[in-house]
């Protein structure tokens, strides 16, 4: 009876590096979709900026012309 009972103990044993393996896994999946989300991020202030500036050029010549 004890090598059935010692051989019960020992099941979760294994399932605890599948358990380990699981969360890496996760972690490693988010750190993933935070890279992905900050390079989204950057790309999207990089429009934004590019657009800011586009309009305040045509701002600044509304202005000239109508200043003339």
């Known amino acids: 009876m004890d090598p059935g009972a010692g051989a019960r103990k020992e ?3 294994p399932r605890e590096p599948a358990a380990r393996l699981e969360k890496a896994k996760q972690r490693s999946a988010q750190q993933e979709l935070k890279q ?4 989204e991020i950057y790309a ?19 202005m000239q012309g109508s200043g003339e």
Not at 36 to 39: I, L, N, T, V, Y
Not at 44 to 62: A, I, W, Y
């Open 11 to 13: 099941r979760p044993k």
């Open 36 to 39: 992905r989300q900050r390079a």
């Open 44 to 62: 999207l202030n990089r429009v934004m900026t590019e657009l800011e500036q586009q309009q305040f050029d045509s701002f600044c010549k509304q």
